[in-house]
């Protein structure tokens, strides 16, 4: 459920020396940009650099798997991606081939470069869903991609891999 994360904000991993990359799809900017936000603050808090992370707009949610791929292809330094997005449900069934087009383009570029990508694509029934999952309180999914992130770095450096 939205907003309820395992674990308080202020016990989250620290992860200095991280690089990351955020990729974000233009449509829906005022919730997007809004998650975008609140990850940098997240990340800032847990001693991630601002100069280790970018920000890189997509066209659209279904074009972000192959963003992901060039950023890892390009610069092997970044430790992980986080990707946002708003599928926003209509009369057809497309967005539920937007969102599992993302999700396995994901798992095969994660697998590819052995590094984490954090799907924060959101698939919502109306705007005031995604207004609500990107607002300032707890429930933006940026908060829930930073704590996602640290988990995994942290696990992961723990194993030394």
Request: net charge negative; aromatic share 6%.
């Amino acid at each position: 459920m939205a907003g309820y994360l395992p674990k308080p904000v202020e016990a989250f991993h620290k992860i200095p020396n991280a690089k990351i990359a955020i990729i974000a799809a233009m449509w829906h900017p005022d919730c997007v940009n809004a998650m975008i936000e609140r990850t940098r603050k997240e990340l800032l808090a847990v001693d991630v650099k601002a100069d280790d992370i970018s920000v890189h707009s997509i066209p659209g949610s279904l074009e972000l798997p192959y963003a992901a791929r060039c950023l890892f292809e390009h610069d092997d330094s970044i430790d992980a991606v986080i990707a946002f997005g708003v599928v926003l449900k209509g009369a057809t069934t497309h967005d539920d081939s937007v969102i599992q087009t993302v999700v396995d383009g994901f798992s095969r570029v994660s697998d590819r470069f052995h590094k984490p990508i954090i799907n924060e694509v959101i698939g919502v029934t109306s705007i005031e869903d995604a207004e609500k999952r990107s607002d300032n309180s707890i429930s933006n999914k940026g908060v829930e991609a930073v704590f996602a992130l640290t988990e995994l770095l942290h696990w992961k450096r723990s194993l030394s891999c």
